[in-house]
């Protein structure tokens, strides 16, 4: 796990709802990769002001031709002429022509397993810091937390959100965590996958948990009591967590995916997100 620093968000407006995305399981490069659903989400999320996002791994099926698990059949037609070859250079384009326009908004990418087998089996091992280094964003490893201090400053030559210094006086600030996970197992059922999301957000204290891996879109709010500081009442604090879904169909008409031989629910298509509304410090989950 890597920590990551206190990222600052700098904003004028009174009462603002910051969307944080969570953008996992691509899965580009693969014929059943939804990739209008999400081009869709992101121009969503260029197109909002107050928008920020995270990458959630896996952004790519990663799977050449001298793997076992390679199946002509699923491979995208923008990656035919590759097939024998070397697939990471296109791929690694397309992910950056993909990211490019939000790349400002962007507060670090995450691992995903299909990236790390590709490197390790791969000998591919400075792939995703070339990607993170071409989009000019930080580099999460499979796990990562970080601070989020969200400032409120004077004035009104902020349009929207401001990431990093910032030279106006501060009004205001809230500070949450952020704790960014691939994630794993293999959980099909529901009570599965609420359990994954159970027990990696009690891993560590971030106020917000995103993970994804399991191709599903869950949300889960953790409260535990405290006290004020001189223990004389009793408070409860709020942590929430979030399961993103992927953008890799399950059932698709121009191929047969290894989600349908095994017989796997269909996926919840694009990201999940959460709202934070800073102004009176409440975040929520959006699914």
């Not at 960014?180 to 990696?200: C, E, M, R, W, Y």
Request: hydrophobic fraction near 40%.
């Amino acid at each position: 796990m890597k920590a990551c620093g206190t990222k600052v968000i700098n904003y004028c407006c009174h009462s603002p709802e910051i969307t944080l995305w969570n953008l996992a399981d691509l899965h580009v490069g693969t014929v059943a990769c939804a990739e209008g659903v999400l081009r869709d989400d992101i121009k969503e999320i260029a197109d909002d002001p107050f928008a920020l996002w995270v990458g959630g791994g896996d952004y790519a099926e990663w799977i050449n031709v001298k793997s076992p698990h390679f199946d002509t059949t699923t491979v995208a037609p923008w990656l035919h002429h590759c097939i024998g070859g070397d697939i990471a250079p296109v791929v690694q384009e397309r992910i950056i022509e993909l990211f490019w326009p939000i790349r400002d908004k962007c507060l670090g990418l995450a691992l995903g397993n299909h990236e790390r087998n590709f490197m390790v089996h791969g000998k591919r091992e400075g792939m995703f810091d070339e990607i993170a280094i071409e989009l000019g964003v930080q580099n999460l490893g499979y796990s990562g937390i970080m601070g989020l201090k969200l400032c409120r400053v004077a004035g009104n030559k902020v349009n929207g959100l401001l990431v990093g210094k910032c030279d106006k006086r501060v009004l205001s600030a809230r500070k949450y965590t952020l704790c960014v996970f691939h994630g794993s197992g293999a959980a099909q059922t529901p009570g599965g996958k609420i359990n994954t999301l159970d027990k990696l957000m009690r891993i560590t204290n971030a106020d917000i948990t995103f993970c994804g891996h399991l191709h599903d879109q869950l949300g889960r709010r953790q409260n535990t009591i405290t006290t004020n500081r001189t223990c004389s009442k009793l408070e409860s604090i709020s942590r929430i967590g979030l399961m993103s879904g992927s953008y890799l169909k399950t059932y698709s008409e121009e191929c047969t995916t290894y989600g349908e031989v095994r017989g796997y629910l269909p996926t919840c298509l694009g990201a999940a997100k959460v709202i934070i509304k800073p102004a009176i410090n409440k975040v929520y989950a959006i699914i």
